[in-house]
């Protein structure tokens, strides 16, 4: 069974600065991946970033990067010079690939304020 | 279609009424999931498609929930007798990938269901 942690209900930002959001995971597959996704007031899951868990660098998408430490199991996003618009929820997710397991399981999400 | 489509976007359902929610993926997309979010949680895995085939439904929450993709593209998710407990926003996601590594899970809007 997999499961994912995101310990913080709610941040609050000031705009231009970074912000850090945490998840943890626990998987018992050897092989598995981790996501975040945006999901803003109107409800659609936006994907941000993905990271392989035998990826050797950690990924990057323009603003976006993910802090991968697999021996803590733990896959933090990191927001560069935030922005008005990035105001929303941030899930953390993570998929197994043993017997080719598809679902992805999520955290319960952080809510992210960015204060002009 | 350029997205996943989800309708209708919006449901209010009296308790004891039967309800089916449409969801269209993208054209082509093997996989296809449901997920169930309640109010301030992280969505919650229903059940998968591959094509036709629904090859896990291990989070669908009781038997009066049901889903069915007959032509491997559209897809239904019906609850029959709806309870309270089952408002929430439903969300569908398809994918192109059958079981490797990698990511592609595109999500709708979603449904919300309201049982009043």
């Known amino acids: 069974a997999q499961k994912i942690t995101q310990t913080q209900p709610g941040m609050f930002v000031q705009e231009k600065e970074a912000v850090t959001l945490d998840c943890t995971y626990d998987?018992?597959?050897?092989?598995?991946?981790l996501f975040w996704y945006k999901q803003p007031s109107s409800g659609e899951m936006i994907f941000l970033i993905y990271q392989g868990s035998y990826d050797q660098q950690n990924a990057t998408e323009g603003r976006y990067s993910l802090n991968f430490q697999k021996a803590r199991k733990s896959a933090n996003l990191v927001i560069s010079a935030s922005q008005l618009g990035d105001s929303a929820m941030y899930f953390c997710?993570?998929?197994?690939?043993?017997?080719?397991?598809?679902?992805?399981?999520f955290g319960q999400g952080t809510r992210l304020t960015i204060n002009p | 279609g350029a997205g996943v489509s989800q309708s209708p976007r919006y449901k209010v359902a009296k308790r004891g009424q039967d309800v089916a929610l449409r969801c269209d993926p993208i054209?082509?997309?093997?996989?296809l999931f449901w997920y169930q979010q309640a109010l301030g949680q992280g969505p919650e895995f229903l059940t998968y498609f591959q094509n036709e085939a629904q090859l896990d439904k291990s989070g669908l929450p009781s038997d009066r929930f049901f889903a069915e993709r007959p032509e491997g593209s559209v897809s239904t998710l019906k609850i029959q007798r709806t309870q309270q407990e089952d408002s929430a926003v439903y969300l569908c996601?398809?994918?192109?990938?059958?079981?490797?590594?990698?990511?592609?899970?595109?999500f709708g809007s979603g449904t919300r269901l309201t049982v009043v």
């Open positions: 054209s082509g997309h093997v996989s």
């Open positions: 997710a993570m998929r197994g690939f043993f017997q080719g397991a598809q679902k992805l399981v």
């Open positions: 996601a398809s994918s192109s990938y059958r079981g490797e590594s990698g990511y592609g899970y595109t």
């Open positions: 998987t018992s597959d050897p092989s598995y991946g």
